[in-house]
Each structure stands twice: as C-alpha cells, then as structure tokens.
Nanobody, 126 residues
C-alpha cells in the first residue's frame, strides 16, 4: 500500500521558515516523481515543486523560486520542502504526491500523480 505522510506544518509569522517532510512508502519503483502542491481556502490546487528520482531534476513554480526548495533523503525515503521568507499568501494545506509513471524530469500537473498524502496545514500570520 502506497503511503505518503506529510509533517512539519504549523503557524509561523511573516518572514519565517518551515520545512515540510513527506515520508513515502509502499512502492518499489526506482523511477518516480514526488510533487508538492498546495490549496488555499476557496482556491484551486497549485503546484509548488517537484523532483524526479530518475535524474534528480527539480522544478519549482516560477512565483516560488528563490523561496521554496525541494530536496530528498533517499535513505529515509523522505522528500522535504524548505520554505523561507513566508508570506500570508503562502497559507494553505500542503500535499505531497507521487507520480509512478517514472521517466526523466518532473511535472507539476496534478493529474499525473497517482497517490496523495493527507496534507499538512501551513498558516502564515501577518
């Protein structure tokens, strides 16, 4: 059974930082993509950042580059999202998801992703 468990969310002041974790288990493929998405109240889900296990390629949404960084610890089967200089508009539920199609590169199209975590709330106060 594929499981993705996010953690690390919480309440932080504007300008602060958080590191989210996504612990993945239950799939044996060596070629997959992990993506981070977020959804604010009343808004559509938004792709944040992704990483390919095949070539280590990463991609972040243009609006978040320079503030959000994705990384991984393969020994722990965990992917991280480091979020710096947080703003109130970053407030959302953050989800990680896995794309088991494999291949090189990664894509922030939520339709590609096969399994999702339960999400972790990030709230940035002004």
């Amino acid at each position: 059974e594929v499981q993705l468990v996010e953690s690390g969310g919480g309440l932080v002041q504007t300008g602060g930082s958080l590191r989210l974790s996504c612990a993945a288990s239950g799939f044996t493929s060596d070629a997959y993509g992990i993506g981070w998405f977020r959804q604010a109240p009343g808004k559509e889900p938004e792709g944040v950042s992704c990483m390919s296990s095949s070539d280590g390629h990463t991609y972040s949404a243009d609006s978040l580059k320079g503030r959000f960084t994705i990384s991984s610890d393969n020994a722990k089967n965990t992917v991280y999202l480091q979020m710096n200089s947080l703003k109130p508009e970053d407030t959302a539920v953050y989800y990680c998801a896995v794309d088991l199609a494999g291949g090189y590169g990664c894509y922030l199209h939520k339709g590609r992703y096969d399994f999702w975590g339960q999400g972790t709330q990030v709230t940035v106060s002004s």
